[in-house]
């Protein structure tokens, strides 16, 4: 099963809402210390107690245990200023008395030694350009890709396959359908797809159907390229749609489509096809 998104009129202003504020990780993290300041402000809890992770996520995701006494003070006080936050881990930054703070849902945020103050947005290396905020957040944001539910999905070969991706797709994702065009011109290539049915029932009438097609694979690509629907079938059994919607969730994916590449790393959303071909290289090597 996979999830797909593609520009088309099935697509809400909603969930391209969403396509933006998964590209724009500053925004959850801004929206998140706005929230922690209200709370404090009117003693009421904003933010929901983070969900138990996956055994997918790698244990860069841990709390954090055996901090030096430097850190574990900054950690302490924070989370007393903010009651309602969660410092998963610490650490220093390069930059002088500038901490960096992995927050309930992995939103990372910056302090000092006395915590006078949050800095919300990216932190920007400006001897080398890079974006140390982005780096770090792809980090945490890696899978094992390898522990992978594959019998959940269902498999495209193209070429020798050789080269990996895992993607969760909606079968009325717009994206997903601009995607899957990027997928038809990629060669030596193999594809599994996990279906998830998050845009509503029409959604999940949809996947049903195609998954109970005789030749689920070359229905599902007909249908994101093509918009062709495989004949009504005999009924199926199709719970693997709620097992691909709790793996989803325990993968923070919460939008379609999402893409993993085989080094663990993802792209949520329709990513170009000049940077899906150089991640896909890379990830390959």
């Known amino acids: 099963m996979i999830f797909s998104n593609n520009p088309s009129s099935d697509t809400t202003d909603a ?8 590209k724009k990780p500053w925004l959850r993290v801004f929206a998140f210390i706005v929230l922690v300041f209200m709370s404090a402000a009117t003693g009421l809890s904003v933010l929901a107690q983070a969900k138990t992770q996956s055994a997918l996520v790698k244990s860069n995701n841990a709390d954090t ?3 030096p006494a430097d850190l574990a003070a900054i950690k ?3 989370e007393l200023k903010f009651e309602q936050s969660k410092v998963k881990n610490i650490r220093k930054t390069p ?3 500038i901490y960096e703070l992995q927050l309930n849902q992995n939103e ?3 302090t000092n030694a006395t915590t006078d103050f949050v800095m919300v947005g990216h932190l920007i290396n400006t001897q080398d350009m890079r974006n140390l905020t982005q780096e770090r957040a792809e980090e945490l944001a890696k899978i094992d890709f390898k522990s992978l539910p594959l019998a959940q999905s269902f498999v495209l070969t193209k070429g020798d396959g050789s080269r990996q991706i895992a993607i969760f797709e909606d079968p009325n994702c717009g994206y997903c359908k601009l995607f899957r065009k990027t997928l038809e011109k990629t060669d030596n290539i193999k594809v599994y797809t996990f279906v998830i049915d998050i845009l509503g029932p029409d959604s999940t009438a949809k996947a049903k159907q195609l998954l109970c097609a005789k030749d689920p694979v070359h229905a599902w690509d007909n249908w994101m390229l093509h918009n062709e629907m495989p004949a009504q079938s005999s009924q199926c059994d199709t719970s693997i749609l709620e097992k691909n919607r709790q793996l989803a969730a325990s993968l923070g994916v919460t939008g379609t489509p999402t893409i993993f590449f085989v080094n663990g790393t993802r792209a949520p959303g329709a990513i170009p096809p000049e940077d899906f071909q150089q991640r896909l290289a890379n990830s390959s090597k």
């Open 15 to 22: 969930q391209i809402n969403e396509q933006n504020m998964l």
């Open 65 to 67: 245990t055996a901090l």
């Open 76 to 78: 302490n006080a924070f």
């Open 95 to 97: 930059f002088k008395d």
């Open 108 to 110: 990372l945020v910056y």
